[in-house]
């Protein structure tokens, strides 16, 4: 019997047990939601977005922050800390907030509008690799039909608006796109 194939099978299999273990013992940790945390972290510091666009809605710094806590909650592991030395913490300024025409009709009416909110975040991470980001714009925008107001149409706008504005902050702090 030729023991050359054994010593093979027994060589690949010391081999993949070896990777397995070194790849066990990475400090980092990865969700089933794409997120990267590091395991030394707990807590996670969302402070209050102040809003400072010259047009603005008075709840909308309320709704970011609070949208943002509750994602954070929801899909990581971290507790939400008042704490200025929080593991992790998230500083936002709401910079724009406002309306244009997105297309016209052929007698120069507007026939849509586009509501624009953007935000201004950064991310202090205090623990591991401690690569955050500072000052990075976040910009999201919905069209509605030009014949309502944008008091009519704002509720629904942003219930569009600002869950895909914290998706992409979260993303960028936790998935790094």
Not at 2 to 19: C, D, H, S, T
Not at 78 to 96: C, H, V, W
Not at 110 to 131: C, E, H, Q, W, Y
Not at 145 to 173: G, H, K, S, Y
């Amino acid at each position: 019997m030729n023991k050359r194939p054994m010593f093979r099978y027994i060589a690949m299999l010391a081999g993949v047990a070896l990777l397995w273990t070194g790849i066990g013992g990475c400090t980092i940790k990865y969700s089933a939601n794409g997120a990267t945390i590091d395991p030394e972290a707990k807590t996670v510091f969302v402070r209050f977005f102040e809003n400072r666009a010259p047009q603005n809605n008075p709840q909308l710094s309320q709704n970011v922050t609070e949208k943002l806590r509750q994602k954070i909650l929801a899909q990581t592991r971290l507790t939400q800390t008042n704490d200025q030395k929080a593991d992790y913490e998230f500083r936002g300024t709401i910079t724009g907030y406002s309306v244009s025409n997105s297309a016209v009709t052929d007698i120069d009416k507007p026939a849509s509008a586009r509501l624009t909110i953007t935000v201004n975040v950064t991310f202090i991470k205090r623990i591991g690799d401690k690569k955050g980001f500072t000052n990075q714009s976040f910009s999201r925008s919905a069209d509605f039909n030009a014949q309502r107001t944008i008091n009519e149409a704002e509720p629904q706008l942003l219930q569009e608006i600002v869950p895909n504005l914290v998706d992409d902050i979260f993303n960028r702090a936790y998935a790094n796109w």
